[in-house]
């Protein structure tokens, strides 16, 4: 069975807290055509819902390239990882990813320092280069790494 595409509906009631509302649609939609799912279905939930609806997004399933690994290593957990820091444009906060199952060979030894060369280095370099925080401010440079867990 193939994934779906996911849209979602952030709801924020009268103290400040905010939910999600979840849509499940087939993955063989348009973009156009979500849209048009999403303004055919906010109105509704919002005549049906004490909240303000503040944000609505689509998670859509990509195919993924040949030539990932087959299997998980054994021995690593998602919930050990690495949590990365970058600074951001705009902003002097820091902004910080966390990377899932980050591999125990991607740590400086003997210590919880993320090791910033080979294939570390160019994970974290194409981050730098190509995405933003989630206040969409396009980050500008590597601060920092180490290990995290994550439950």
Known sequence: MADPIIISASIVD???KR???VLFVPNDLLLADVQTIVTDWTPKLDAAIDGKIVLAQAVFPFT???GLKSAPVDGNRVREGALLSFSADGTFHKY?????SWENAGFVADSDVVNNTSVYATLINYMVANTSNDDAEAL??????SRAFRK
């Open 96 to 100: 910080s990813s966390y990377v899932p």
């Open 19 to 21: 939910k999600t509302a």
């Open 14 to 16: 009268a103290a400040g």
């Open 64 to 66: 993924l390239p040949s």
């Open 140 to 145: 500008t440079a590597y601060l920092e790494g």
